[in-house]
């Protein structure tokens, strides 16, 4: 699987971003979607999870009610929409994708088999 995330850019806080990554078989093999970032001098932190087969989804405390995890599933295509966006969101933002088979429950790097390039997303106070 072949992932690539985009949507990314400079905006101000409170402003939204949606972020996609795609992938030719993403959803339609049921693949656990993951989203991630890297700030700048700090190690990844995941940020959110789908669960394609059952819908199951999950946020880390710093983005919930503020990030919504979606999928298309014609377009192949799972969307990080995030609103009221904080200058601490700054990172680089990837997403990964996992073998339903393999997931436990989906906040783990070491769960996921496939990973996208990061797309740099930057929020101005």
């Known amino acids: 699987v072949q992932l690539q995330a985009s949507g990314g850019g400079l905006v101000q806080a409170g402003d939204l971003l949606r972020l996609p990554c795609s992938g030719s078989t993403l959803t339609s093999k049921g693949f656990g979607i993951g989203w991630f970032r890297q700030a700048p001098g700090k190690e990844r932190e995941w940020v959110s999870y789908?669960?394609?087969?059952?819908?199951?989804?999950d946020y880390a405390d710093s983005v919930m009610g503020r990030f919504t995890i979606s999928e298309d599933i014609d377009e192949n295509t799972v969307y990080l929409q995030m609103n009221s966006l904080k200058p601490e969101d700054t990172a680089v933002y990837y997403c990964a994708a996992a073998n339903p088979c393999l997931i436990v429950h989906g906040r783990e790097e070491h769960e996921y088999q496939y990973w996208g390039q990061g797309t740099q997303v930057t929020v101005s106070s």
């Open positions: 789908r669960g394609s087969r059952d819908g199951t989804v």
